[in-house]
């Protein structure tokens, strides 16, 4: 069988899942129940909608536990104080600028699991953070994208 990729996380990013899957575990589920035990005193349950409503939230809620226990269960943690301050890695933020257009973006490189480019956090296995992964402020990386080729200057690189 072919191993499984380690999900890389920072440790704010493994705190996040741990807090989420308590909450599920301890409040969410706890809430679900209640709505199916008091749609259930309604009486017929073959045409109660909050009854199908609760058991449908009680699934995604279900499924969500399972999915958060893969990603912890394989998850490797990165000690970002052991990592080089001074080139690009994991767990810092980049400060780029787009050669042609001059238009600056900041993003914090993580691990897919943590990625939100929304957010302002892309991941390390992304075509923009492969290419500024071991780079210094200063200089200029060409990405190829699947929308296209593109030329960033590193402004800043800063941990935490």
Same mark, same amino acid.
């Given at each position: 069988m072919a191993? /499984?990729?380690k #999900? &890389?996380?920072?440790?704010?990013?493994?705190k996040k899942l741990e807090d989420e899957l308590n909450d599920l575990r301890v409040f969410r589920r706890r809430e679900v129940a209640q709505k199916i035990k008091e749609a259930r005193? /309604? +009486?017929?349950?073959?045409? #109660?909608a909050e009854y199908d409503a609760a058991k449908d939230e009680q699934r995604d809620i279900e499924a969500r536990i399972e999915e958060i226990e893969k990603i912890l269960k394989n998850s490797e943690v990165i000690d970002e104080d052991s990592l080089d301050k001074e080139t690009v #890695?994991? +767990? +810092?933020?980049?400060?780029i600028q787009d050669i042609d257009s001059k *238009? *600056? @973006?900041? @993003?914090? &490189?993580?691990g897919s699991t943590e990625a939100d480019v929304l957010n +302002?956090? &892309?991941s390390n296995e992304s075509?923009?953070?492969?290419a500024l992964i071991g780079r210094k402020a200063g200089q200029t990386v060409i990405v190829n994208a699947p929308?296209?080729?593109? #030329? @960033?200057?590193?402004?800043?690189?800063t941990r935490g």
């Open positions: 191993e /499984q990729k #999900n &890389i996380l920072t440790s704010a990013g493994l005193e /309604q +009486g017929d349950l073959s045409e #109660n #890695n994991f +767990g +810092g933020t980049v400060h *238009e *600056e @973006y900041k @993003y914090m &490189i993580v +302002g956090k &892309i075509p923009v953070g492969k929308s296209g080729t593109f #030329n @960033y200057k590193i402004l800043d690189f």
